[in-house]
């Protein structure tokens, strides 16, 4: 009974994170606003890290404030470039052109 409110929360961030459109991509702080936890991007960070075991997301599309992709691993930034994100460098999106608006 004890790790239901993590789950929880991990599906309250799970969820949002399914209703980026592809193209676009959101940072962890915005998917953090939208579950009403604003000063809670870390954790959100932490759960994407974990979301293979609550089924098939489209975490690829989270990114930090400034675009930056997750550090190794490298799939990410094949993934935004199938869907039509543009890359800023090897490592980060362009933020002003594929943010979503949410």
């Not at 404030?65 to 980060?92: C, F, I, K, Y």
Request: with cysteine; glycine share 10%.
């Amino acid at each position: 009974m004890k790790g239901a409110p993590q789950e929880d929360l991990a599906y309250e961030i799970l969820s949002a994170v399914g209703e980026i459109p592809k193209g676009c991509v959101a940072t962890y702080g915005q998917i953090a606003r939208l579950i009403g936890r604003e000063k809670n991007s870390r954790l959100v960070g932490q759960v994407l890290r974990m979301a293979a075991c609550y089924g098939e997301y489209p975490c690829h599309r989270v990114v930090n404030h400034a675009g930056r992709l997750v550090p190794g691993w490298t799939e990410q930034a094949d993934l935004l470039r199938a869907e039509g994100v543009p890359l800023r460098n090897a490592s980060h999106v362009d933020l002003r052109r594929c943010q979503w608006d949410c």
